[in-house]
């Protein structure tokens, strides 16, 4: 069954018009005439352009920088390190650094940036990071 922008958009965490933005740039999904239409094809050709963002108490991009320094262990040592990791702008991702190290939910420890895993709200986190996908072009986008 085919979905609208507005249902892919929530599965994938996203907005409607990033959706529609990608879709054009892509070639993906058809127009008839109540709108955008995206096949199962469709949709995973969406999933791997946007990636997977979860909702959560915190911003897309901190939610993406959290859980790609969730999943090493060795951590990142610069803020463009952390952007290429997570599909993200460089001043994007060098916001969400600044925020997360403020708020605590990233640490420096032998020179790299890892995420907080003892940060009191790190259990109310950890089920949504999980859900998070970066793109796999990992391209540098805006969130």
């Not at 994007?92 to 020179?111: E, H, M, N, P, W």
């Not at 907080?116 to 391209?139: F, I, N, T």
């Amino acid at each position: 069954m085919d979905a609208t922008p507005e249902q892919v958009a929530r599965r994938l965490g996203t907005s409607r018009r990033r959706v529609v933005s990608a879709a054009r740039r892509l070639g993906v999904g058809r127009l008839d005439a109540s709108g955008w239409l995206f096949s199962l094809e469709d949709e995973e050709a969406l999933r791997a352009e946007l990636g997977v963002d979860a909702g959560g108490p915190l911003p897309r991009s901190q939610m993406r920088v959290l859980a790609e320094l969730s999943l090493r262990p060795r951590g990142l040592v610069s803020a463009r390190a952390v952007a290429e990791a997570c599909g993200l702008a460089p001043a994007t991702a060098s916001a969400a650094v600044k925020a997360l190290l403020a708020a605590g939910f990233i640490v420096v420890r032998d020179g790299a940036m890892h995420a907080d895993v003892l940060h009191p709200r790190w259990l109310e986190l950890r089920p949504l990071l999980r859900e998070v996908r970066p793109p796999e072009s990992r391209g540098m986008q805006a969130a």
